[in-house]
């Protein structure tokens, strides 16, 4: 059995070689068709790995708190959610649109950050240059700048952010302070295109100067649907009717492994249809190889060769030009995925499963597309094969 096997596989390559441009382009097919299966699973699942480490960032227990703007709270309200059982601590901050600019020369749309120095802890805002908002900074025009306002400001000609004065809403701030780049993750704001300014001279600077987000994390052992209630509970106590919208970190992660499953379905069905595809050419590369080797065919049934051996012997070929196609595609989809995250700046992983899964399919893709193909050599009439007919 192993011989047969061996000298139907060595039969298969001198047959696919002899016929080279045209399972040249069979191979091609499947190799699309691998190496997309593999990429695409492949990058759904670094992708699903990224976005939740940006929602791991801030931790597990983190919530993120908006009120309804019918009735926003004050800060006494927001810092006395710390009293709360589910709570450990809790930070209320303002925002606003708004531009930025140095010395006239440089200008960014912005968002501005009315915050106690607590978010910065809560946040996870990590300062690059300089220090963080402090709450001695009470009623001073000082305001620390996120990584892509400074990149701009930067290419204004300013090397030296920190130290420098810029003008917002009217008023002059001294940088004290620039942010490493950071994801957004579950933060209610961009920290790389944000502003950040004390709370109390958000108070007066910003025209609409309304606690409408908190910043919160959640007491050890606490669960996030309980706390959750609490919260709004809480907030609606002080006036009733409030609309309090309430995120935890576990929930968004929670709905972040379902989407993302569904997209690793939607990106495996775009990788299968170009598989389809490339096993469609291998048919008809097998095919074509039925209808130019009829009287090889008839040779060997008149030799004594049964239509197993017929069938087999073509199966073999099929199979062996998938195998072949598959290996390429697994390095093209492997070399693929090092390519986006190359790009992207992502962690470069790929999904063995999805390796498994290309090969096992370029395999199954050989046998269905060229049973039938292989089936109707074995039944080609001996006589006629080899008059050609």
Known sequence: ???LLRANVKEAAGSLFAARQRSLLALIGIAVG???????ISVGAIVREEALRQFRELGTDALSIRIGRSAPVTASEAFGLSALPGIAAAAPFMSSPGEISLAGRASEDVTIIGAPAALADLDKLRVASGRRISDLDHRRYFCVVGARV????????????VGETVRMGGAVYT??????????GMRRYDPDRSVFIPISTASRAL??????????????????????????????????????????????????????RLFALLLGSLGSISLLVGGIGVMNVM?????????????????????????SQFLVESVVLSLVGGLVGI?????????????????????????????????????FFGFYPAW??????????????
């Open 1 to 3: 059995m192993t011989a």
């Open 34 to 40: 691998v190496g997309s299966v593999i990429a695409m």
């Open 150 to 161: 400074a990149a701009t400001l930067r290419e204004a000609g300013f090397e030296r952010i």
């Open 175 to 184: 940088v004290v302070g620039v942010l490493e780049r950071l994801p957004r």
């Open 207 to 260: 025209p609409r100067p309304q606690i409408r987000h908190v910043s919160a994390h959640m007491s050890p052992g606490a669960h996030h649907v309980a706390t959750t209630r609490e919260v709004v509970d809480y907030f609606r106590r002080a006036a009733p009717g409030r609309k309090v919208h309430v995120r935890s970190a576990e929930q968004l992660i929670e709905q972040m492994y379902k989407q993302m």
């Open 287 to 311: 095919l074509v190889s039925v209808t130019e080797r009829r009287s090889e065919i008839g040779i060997r049934r008149a030799f004594g060769a049964r239509r197993a051996d017929i069938q």
């Open 331 to 367: 390095a093209a989809g492997i070399g693929g995925t090092w390519g986006i995250c190359s790009f992207s700046g992502w962690t470069f992983d790929f999904s063995l499963a999805a390796v498994g899964l290309g090969m096992g399919v370029a395999t199954a893709s050989g046998v």
């Open 376 to 389: 109707q050599a074995a039944r080609l009439d001996p006589v006629a094969a080899l008059r050609g007919t």
